[in-house]
């Protein structure tokens, strides 16, 4: 599904009115039922509802919402910010059809009291503010928003919670947290990244009438990364198919201090299904993690001091023809020596590459890369390749990948919540939908590179890999999560957790092709706008 800006989303709708001809006032009328109607889902014995309206679109969705549950048998009171007379546009005509046919409101203005009977519905819809908002809240509209959170009551906010930057998901000043969102027409950025995502609660999309073919342009870069996308990227194995055609991996990476990185990523890289994978490491922790993992074939490099040094590269060069990926960074540290061995290597091979830690401070201010690749930095190794502090990337994790993958020709997997995948080209992007928090736990990072190495190997483009594997991992995260708790679970065990994962969308025959089998969304579709 697309993910959209607040600009981009007013395009659309301008191009639904302005070349489809539908009227600006039937895609309210849309919106506003299509909020009514999920309200009376949600909520089916809730009967009085206050719906705080803003002076703009967002307040004429209020209106209509307000208007269908009250041919619904629901008992409605409107909050108007302001005066109804300042209402213009579609949200002036909603708001009088409201009036008309005896609904209630209110006006509400600086210095005035609240009305203290809200206290005594049983919901409250928030169609204050939807994706224009730009500047902080404060005076009365951040106390409405504060008074609307003090209420105890669940909340329903119209297409974004107000006080939320729609393309960033900052919190503006205030915001509302929401218990449902109904976004309109497709989601928004800012309900995926947090804080943002924290105050949307659960998520609706409403179909509001704007045609498909406008909502599925190819001009929108953003979409969401879920499992029926995922599901057509994974390769498949032909009944034929031995360790060699299912693609060999080179993990270089490993040092003293950190002995179990490289070998994460190779289990990875073996559990994504490649058929081969080598660790190339210092010689002196060849065989301490790989003890239990069998299926890993090491290279000890003589590596003094424990630390990878760029003559060390002679039992590695030229690679063997059967390498189809290179994983580079797992657990190699910073140095000197370092850094250069990761430059000679870059400048040797034309094997696709996935550069994950100690590797992206190798290339960090050095332009693009030769052939491209996958970059997995997390926030402080992002503020290191593009030389801004962690904040400002966290402000805007979307522009943030997109900047880096531009600058360093490369697909870059921006880690975080949530993980967004950018395209070379610094136009498309993916925000990821699958795992969360459990993944806050060291080495879980090396694992997503591997699984990114391991894809690679097989055959996919270094975006479909990422995309794959990043979706995957979360969800290995989640499954974890499911069975053993949301805190405590190992990188490890979520690399052992891939297979199945992969068992969810691939279906097993031993007598011919997997088959891909249908899977559902994060997000649920709102097209029905009957009465529940």
């Known amino acids: 599904m697309k993910v959209v800006t607040a600009a981009q989303m007013a395009a659309l709708d301008q191009q639904a009115i302005r070349q489809i001809g539908i009227p600006g006032a039937i895609l309210m009328e849309n919106a506003g039922r299509a909020l009514a109607h999920a309200c009376a889902r949600r909520w089916p014995r809730a009967r009085k509802v206050l719906v705080v309206c803003g002076p703009g679109n967002n307040g004429g969705d209020g209106f209509v919402a307000a208007r269908t ?108 947290r929401a218990t449902l969102t109904v976004t309109m027409g497709l989601p928004k950025r800012g309900l995926f990244l947090y804080p943002g995502a924290a105050c949307a609660g659960e998520l609706l999309v409403a179909d509001i009438g704007i045609p498909a073919r406008i909502l599925r342009s190819d001009v929108l870069p953003g979409e969401l990364l879920e499992r029926d996308q995922v599901q057509s990227l994974l390769p498949q194995r032909p009944p034929t198919a031995h360790k060699g055609t299912c693609g060999s991996v080179l993990v270089l990476g490993g040092s003293r201090r950190y002995p179990g990185a490289p070998f994460l990523a190779a289990e990875a890289a073996l559990r994504v299904g490649a058929g081969l994978v080598v660790v190339a490491c210092p010689a002196e922790i060849r065989f301490g993690p790989a003890a239990g993992l069998r299926e890993i074939l090491s290279i000890g490099l003589p590596s003094p001091h424990g630390v990878v040094q760029p003559e060390d590269l002679s039992a590695l060069l030229p690679l063997d023809p059967k390498v189809r990926a290179l994983c580079l960074g797992p657990g190699l540290s910073r140095n000197d020596s370092v850094c250069e061995a990761i430059h000679d290597l870059l400048a040797k091979t034309d094997v696709p590459v996935v550069l994950d830690a100690d590797a992206l401070f190798a290339i960090a201010g050095g332009g693009p890369l030769g052939r491209g690749g996958v970059l997995t930095p997390h926030p402080g190794e992002m503020a290191t390749l593009l030389g801004v502090p962690v904040a400002e990337l966290e402000a805007d994790r979307v522009g943030s990948a997109v900047r880096c993958a531009r600058e360093y020709r490369a697909v870059v997997v921006f880690k975080g919540a949530p993980t967004i995948v950018a395209d070379p080209d610094g136009e498309r992007y993916w925000i990821n939908t699958s795992g969360g928090s459990v993944l806050a736990q060291g080495g879980t990072g090396d694992v997503l590179a591997g699984a990114v190495a391991g894809l690679l190997g097989q055959g996919l483009t270094p975006a479909a890999a990422a995309r794959a594997a990043v979706f995957l991992h979360g969800r290995a995260g989640d499954l974890c999560a499911s069975e053993q708790g949301p805190r405590g679970v190992l990188a490890g065990e979520v690399a052992r957790a891939l297979p199945r994962v992969l068992a969810s969308f691939l279906e097993y025959r031993p007598c011919g092709d997997c088959s891909h089998q249908q899977g559902g969304k994060p997000l649920t579709l709102l097209e029905d706008h009957h009465d529940p």
Not at 104 to 111: A, I, N, S, W
Not at 130 to 147: H, I, M, Q, S
């Open 69 to 176: 549950l009250l041919d619904m048998g629901w008992d409605p009171l409107c909050l108007l910010l302001g005066s109804i007379s300042r209402l213009a546009g579609d949200a002036a005509l909603h708001a009088s059809i409201y009036q008309k046919v005896g609904g209630h409101f209110l006006e509400t203005r600086e210095g005035e009291p609240l009305p203290a009977a809200a206290r005594e519905m049983d919901l409250v819809v928030d169609a204050l503010f939807g994706t224009g908002l730009r500047r902080p809240l404060e005076g009365l509209p951040a106390d409405l928003v504060a008074w609307m959170n003090g209420l105890g009551l669940p909340i329903a906010a119209a297409d974004m919670p107000s006080g939320i930057c729609s393309d960033t998901g900052r919190e503006l000043g205030r915001a509302v």
